[in-house]
């Protein structure tokens, strides 16, 4: 039996929206503690405040269940919150739930280019993408809610485009 990349990247995809989405609006989302820092330091960008004012942040993340004495501080470069900022001008909640769908879809995405990298006309197993989606680190990054799955995904796509000798594509 042929199972074709995206049927099992839509079954990754509908898998971890089903989980996002019946998730209870309370904190953590997810304990995601590094995507509370993206989404505080976006709103106070785009009210124009500064976002890197520890006092601003705080304000912004007790206001979102943070009950730590200090502020989670945005160490990434702040082009970081242009590329998010479609997800991150939802509601927190919303926004969690949409980042995570996002990594796990870019992650099993990832897997099959990754493959298709390796091997290049066999057929994606679903193994692959069932190895990706179980792997602890991985898990651990989408929990946590960093940005190093996005990165994966450009790297591994600019990959694949090299390689297909899609060389726009690739240089973007």
């Avoid at 405040?49 to 004495?69: C, K, M």
Wanted: a neutral charge; aromatic letters at 14%.
């Amino acid at each position: 039996m042929r199972y074709s990349f995206t049927f099992c990247a839509l079954l990754a995809v509908a898998l971890s929206a089903t989980l996002a989405f019946f998730q209870s609006d309370s904190y953590p989302l997810f304990d995601n503690r590094d995507f509370i820092e993206y989404w505080c330091a976006y709103q106070l960008a785009r009210t124009g405040q500064n976002p890197d004012d520890s006092s601003l942040l705080l304000t912004f993340q007790r206001s979102i269940g943070w009950s730590e004495a200090h502020a989670l501080m945005m160490w990434n470069p702040p082009w970081l919150l242009t590329v998010l900022s479609p997800i991150l001008a939802f509601p927190f909640y919303e926004a969690g739930k949409l980042f995570t769908v996002l990594n796990v879809a870019l992650l099993a995405v990832s897997a099959g280019f990754s493959w298709k990298l390796l091997v290049d006309r066999a057929p994606i197993p679903p193994v692959v993408l069932l190895a990706a989606l179980l792997f602890y680190p991985a898990k651990l990054a989408i929990d946590m809610g960093q940005v190093s799955v996005l990165i994966l995904a450009v790297l591994t796509g600019g990959l694949w485009a090299l390689r297909s000798r899609r060389d726009v594509l690739a240089g973007v």
